[in-house]
């Protein structure tokens, strides 16, 4: 690594330059970013920075705060929740190659393209958000996995990757709270 200072090269890891002494950024395992020394966390993807990374922990990262759920519409690991998370690490080894049934639960907000036909993309995002989010918090706590966030619904999956017996039913209690 080369010091941006003096141009020094040091080691790989190393947090202070060997011949100035200035503090050497640090680059993200998980993504490559680079940040700024002394950064516990990537600033670009939420990775800690004070271990090293694995894909397990790659994959557990929470949602940023305020980052919109539109920006994470193509990373659903984003904004499972870290209990989830976890269980689907540990059902996913299990669970390679097996074929089950599963319950898809889609929803979406009725007359959403009326109410915010006319509004600037910004202030609809500042809407429909908290509602996304309340959508999720219900799957969630079903033990469900959100599986894409689409506009102005979400589809979300019961039974995989986390396996229950009762998934149909987690699905309807989902809706209900929806």
């Known amino acids: 690594m080369r010091c941006p200072r003096c141009g020094c090269e040091n080691r790989t890891g190393a947090k202070f330059c060997n011949e100035c002494a200035a503090p050497l950024p640090?680059?993200?395992n998980a993504c490559g970013a680079e940040n700024r020394p002394g950064a516990k966390?990537?600033?670009a993807c939420g990775t800690?920075?004070?271990?090293?990374?694995t894909p397990s922990e790659a994959s557990s990262r929470q949602r940023p705060e305020g980052v919109t759920l539109a920006a994470l519409a193509q990373a659903p690991i984003a904004y499972t929740p870290a209990?989830?998370?976890?269980?689907?690490r540990h059902a996913t080894a299990a669970l390679a190659g097996e074929r089950k049934q599963v319950t898809v639960l889609f929803a979406d907000?009725?007359?959403s393209m009326e109410l915010l036909a006319d509004r600037d993309p910004e202030d609809a995002r500042q809407l429909l958000d908290p509602v996304?989010?309340?959508l999720m918090?219900?799957?969630h706590r079903y033990e469900g996995t959100v599986n894409q966030v689409m506009g102005d619904g979400?589809?979300?999956l019961f039974g995989a990757p986390i396996a229950h017996e009762d998934h149909a039913v987690r699905a309807c209690y989902a809706a209900l709270g929806m």
């Open 26 to 28: 640090l680059h993200c």
């Open 41 to 43: 966390f990537c600033d």
């Open 48 to 53: 800690s920075l004070t271990t090293p990374a």
């Open 83 to 88: 209990h989830l998370t976890e269980k689907i």
């Open 109 to 111: 907000l009725k007359g």
């Open 132 to 134: 996304l989010e309340r």
């Open 137 to 139: 918090a219900a799957v």
């Open 154 to 156: 979400i589809m979300a």
